[in-house]
């Protein structure tokens, strides 16, 4: 029987892949190989007549019709939010000039330490700030993003500027046009002040990156900030930016969320548009905001929202998404605990359990029912998520694979060869894998509105050091909506989170829930972040 590694070396040769021996020996090293194994026992036995998921109708999310909610008076935003500063702007003490002056002057101080931004827009942030400011003068409110300044992930084009996906292949890459994403956030008149660093290709679930290095983590700098959303991260925690946008292909909004104290959102798959960016997976590829609160989160997403011809993934017929009735509270919401992920270990450490237990408990001491149940289909789907990730970003990468390999940096160099040994047949069988898998998801949870996981098994990882993504990709596998948010602090002071999931389409209650455990357990204090 062909061993994995044979079996890898005669399918980069037969793909005209000039890979090293020095590179087959680092593949084992960083076992890229395990999961293949698992991926066999995972495939084997499926009947050859089941649907892959991408025909299978019943398997999908299916759009929901539009939510009502009582709408609830909401607080009143805190100065230091994205909300708060719009509200500050309206009421004449502030000005977009200001907050964007004071996001620059925070730039200039702090990102030599903390290495947030791969590109700095001042002169045309500025000249964005002041216009802002004119319109709304002249009574032209564009709504609450109007004048904020906010950063974008370099992942996404921006016309005119390189597109470099945190690499050197794409370093000299001018846009030609602006991403679907950042069309939205200019046409509600947001202020960008700059792109941020990533991990290579964004693929990575830490800030490792040979071209560009690593990004700190605010809170402790030998810490990382996790990936591949790690400027982006960064720059909210700090105030560089009240707001940024990130991708999540396995996990790469919510984990740098969770590791900064941030709420990270990724909505259910085909509800943002990520034409304009540099794909990883195109099956897996989520955009979202990470933020500050979970009302900027929601602000965020009713601009990014929407059909987009430009991207065929966002053009179900879902209901609209509008940040209306957060305050409704959880009374009669089903929610689910998660206590077995099917890999025979805890899912997460004592703190990283503690932590989602408390954002548990504010659900039902706000009248949410709950129950602590097993969904031992996660663990198959985090190997199937991996797999398929691997083959779709093989196949994406295969012409620069052929002739610029050594312009990767030698993790993803490594991660993506990989990949490659992978079967004959295996995308379809992961793909048929998939549509039983989500059923069956489906059918476990029918009977919840929510789920509420750990985020991350363990502490903070060390700078560069990439993050267990385990708890996360499950949900990009099976394209649902789910948002880390704060849960408190760590015995060495860095922030811990929770995960919450919701039915697809249904990120309204997402964030309502979401808002009851803010609520409960506080947003992070940014005081003790890098100054």
Known sequence: MTSAIDRLRANLRAAAIPATDDDLTGIQARGFLSRLADFARIVAGLPGETLPDYLDAGSLPAPA????????????????????AAAAIRAGATTPTALLEAA?????????????????????????????????????DRGPLHGIPLAVKDLLDMAGLPTTAGSKICAGLVAATDATAVVRLRTAGAVIIG????????????????????????????????????????????????????????????????????????????????????????????????????ADAAALLAVLAGPDPRDGRTLHQAAP???????????????????????????????????????AEALTAAGAGLVELDVPELDRLRVLGTALLGMEAAAFHLPWLQTRLDDYGEFPRQRLLANFAYEAGAFIQAQQARAVLRRAVT????????????IHPGPVPARGVP???????????????????????????????????????????????????????GRTDYSTTSR
């Open 467 to 521: 993050a267990n993504n385990g708890l996360a990709i499950p949900f990009n596998c099976l394209g649902w909506p789910a948002l880390t948010l704060p849960a408190g602090r760590d015995a060495d002071g860095l922030p811990l989170a929770l995960q919450l999931v919701a039915q697809p389409w249904a990120e309204t209650t997402l964030l309502r829930a979401a808002t009851v455990v803010e609520q409960a357990l």
């Open 321 to 359: 998404f509008t940040p209306v009735g957060l305050e409704a509270g959880v009374r009669g919401l089903r929610v689910g605990l998660l206590r077995d992920d099917g890999s025979g270990q805890p899912p997460a450490g004592p703190a990283q359990l503690a932590a989602t237990r408390r954002g």
């Open 65 to 84: 019709a539009a939510t009502q909610v009582t709408t609830a008076s909401a607080a009143p935003a805190p100065a230091e939010t994205l909300l708060g």
């Open 104 to 140: 620059l002057a925070r730039v200039t101080a702090l990102d030599g330490q903390l290495n947030a931004f791969q590109l700095v827009l001042a002169e045309q942030a500025l000249a964005d700030a002041r216009r802002a400011e004119a319109e709304l003068a002249a009574g032209q």
């Open 443 to 454: 059918e476990r949870l029918s009977g919840l509105d929510l789920l509420v996981t750990p």
């Open 195 to 294: 792109k941020t660093r990533l991990s290579e290709f964004a693929y990575s679930p830490g800030s490792n990156n040979a071209h560009y290095g690593s990004t700190a983590n605010p809170f402790d700098p030998t810490r990382d900030t996790g990936g591949s959303s790690s400027g982006s991260a960064a720059a909210v925690a700090t105030g560089m930016a009240l707001a940024a946008l990130g991708t999540d292909t396995g996990c790469s909004i919510r984990i740098p969320a969770a590791f900064c104290g941030l709420v990270g959102l990724k909505p259910t798959w085909g509800r943002t548009s990520l034409a304009g960016a540099v794909p990883l997976s195109w099956s897996l590829d989520h955009l979202g905001p990470l933020a500050r609160s979970v």
